[in-house]
């Protein structure tokens, strides 16, 4: 998929964990790892708008679309 | 929601209630089966036994008159009752892996397709059979029961049709599934 997944590295500037964070956003961890390791295939906007809550950031902080090649032919 | 939960749990009871139900017929079918195999080997054996076993005096007449067809006929409601078996075993294990939290798995497709092609497999099976009477009606003048092919052909369309569906439905349900 072309559409890469932040959340790890806006984590990280914010200090916070996993658990931490679904505490926060109200989804379960394995919910939010599915999110972070690039597996999920789509996220809701209410998720998308809680994580923002929690981390304090804009939706393009954790989205970020690449037009690899490689990645378009999967 | 208490509707959607108490209609959740109906199922569930009515799908472990279909399962001693689809034991039953798993067991009648398979003693079924057992009883026409020993009946044709008896009936190889001893001509005179196979009658007293089971329902098999309009087949004994057939053995004295032609037997080439009697082997043929006989061959082909063995093959006939053991797909039945085989298709009562696959409803059972359909029955048993159903989970309606996430119903549509692809153990099921690949469940409800093998049943859709056994269910025509019987059809052709039965063709044979009923061609096979047909001419044992026409050259020995000896009349059998039949064996209806129309159900298994529609059942064997509809399962079809339902396994594509379920294939979609897995589809769905993964992507549901990697939806946070």
């Known amino acids: ?74 | 929601m208490n509707a959607i939960t108490s209609s959740y749990t109906k199922t569930q009871q009515l799908l472990k209630v279909m399962y001693v139900f689809a034991w039953i017929v798993f067991i009648g079918l398979s003693i079924n089966f057992g009883a026409v195999l020993i009946c044709f080997i008896v009936s190889l054996i001893n001509p005179a036994i196979a009658p007293k076993l089971m329902d098999w005096s309009q087949l004994a007449t057939l053995q004295e008159q032609g037997p080439l067809q009697y082997y043929s006929v006989g061959s082909l409601l063995i093959v006939f009752s053991l797909v039945k078996v085989y298709l009562s075993q696959i409803m059972l294990q359909l029955l048993s892996g159903v989970k309606m939290q996430s119903p549509f798995t692809p153990k099921t497709v690949r469940l409800l397709e093998k049943m859709s092609y056994f269910f025509l497999s019987a059809a052709a099976i039965a063709y044979l059979y009923n061609t096979q009477l047909a001419y044992i009606r026409k050259d020995l003048n000896i009349s059998l029961d039949k064996i209806s092919i129309e159900q298994f052909l529609i059942l064997g369309g509809l399962v079809f049709i339902l396994s594509q569906i379920f294939k979609r439905g897995v589809e769905i349900q993964t992507e549901n599934e990697l939806t946070v």
Do not use: H, Y
């Not at chain 1, 996220?43 to 037009?67: H, K, M, V, W, Y």
């Open chain 1, 1 to 74: 998929m072309a559409i890469i997944v932040n959340l790890d590295v806006m984590m990280a500037r914010r200090k916070i964990s996993l658990s931490e964070l679904s505490e926060k956003v109200g989804l379960t961890l394995a919910n939010l790892s599915v999110l972070k390791t690039g597996k999920a295939k789509a996220i809701r906007f209410s998720t998308l708008d809680a994580i923002c809550r929690a981390l304090e950031c804009q939706p393009g902080d954790l989205l970020e679309f690449t037009n690899d090649p490689m990645e378009e032919d999967e």
